[in-house]
């Protein structure tokens, strides 16, 4: 069981591997218009972020999202109904 785990996990993270490298280096700036220019230091934070969140990001980028999404919160909500 624990060697089925580990090779579901060593598949996932190597499909992040081969998916953060491009994305890190095209697709950031094509997903967030405030990247436009990202330095080395950026890039270096992000990349193990992309790995681990690659089906998100993967969607977001064939998608042609240009914009963060809207967060949602219960504060904003309240604010929304309460305005005049």
Known sequence: MAAVFLIALAT???CGLLFAIPFVMIGVKRID???ARPT????LLVFPGSM???PLLLRRWLKGAH???EEYT???SAS???AP
Not at 40 to 43: D, H, S, T, V
């Open 80 to 82: 929304k109904a309460t």
């Open 12 to 14: 996932y993270l190597g």
């Open 33 to 35: 218009p405030h990247t």
């Open 67 to 69: 914009e963060p999404p």
């Open 40 to 43: 080395l230091g950026f890039r």
């Open 52 to 54: 681990a969140l690659w």
């Open 74 to 76: 219960a504060h904003r």
